[in-house]
């Protein structure tokens, strides 16, 4: 989506990993650096319920699930950053767009504090070839934030296994009852 005051940058939520102080920030803060993404809120919450899932031990990353006020979702807390097409693409790779990890949807969110406002944005949510799975999967429960706490048990790209992909991780370990 394009703003106002930068017409071909597209607001971004971000809910997971890639917070500010989260364990794949950096990827946003290069960006920052080069002037291709802007935090617009540090506060922000999806104006809908969405069940947040987080995987397993084995593949602890945080998914948020198309599936708009689901029974136990909740409304998900994250920030807004604006980014540029260049950054936007990057992201595209990172989220794993073109592999079926995640998908960019359109999401209404709600800033929070003086001059709240609510906006669309875009956020990376779980394929919908796996989210319904997923969800019965996590017993239908979810959370309103990625925390800090869930975030320390995350493992980065470079310390998984390279022989297997991430989606084929989640899928084994989330969706094949190989649960830890």
């Not at 935090?39 to 969405?50: E, I």
């Amino acid at each position: 989506m394009a703003t106002d005051e930068h017409p071909t940058t597209i607001t971004i939520f971000v809910y997971g990993t890639l917070k500010t102080g989260f364990p794949n920030y950096h990827v946003l803060s290069d960006f920052l650096t080069a002037g291709d993404i802007s935090l617009l809120s540090p506060s922000a919450t999806t104006a809908t319920p969405y069940p947040l899932v987080v995987g397993p031990r084995a593949v602890p990353v945080p998914f948020l699930l198309p599936l708009p006020s689901a029974a136990g979702s909740h409304r998900v807390s994250g920030e807004l950053v604006s980014v540029s097409p260049r950054a936007l693409s990057a992201l595209d790779s990172f989220e794993g767009v073109p592999h079926g990890h995640y998908e960019r949807r359109p999401v209404v969110v709600k800033t929070a504090g003086e001059g709240a406002k609510e906006l669309e944005a875009q956020a990376y949510f779980a394929h919908r070839s796996f989210a319904e799975e997923m969800w019965k999967r996590s017993g239908e429960k979810g959370f309103a934030e990625y925390t800090r706490d869930m975030a320390l048990h995350y493992v980065k790209d470079q310390d998984r296994p390279h022989h297997i992909t991430t989606l084929a991780q989640v899928i084994a370990t989330f969706l094949h009852n190989q649960m830890p």
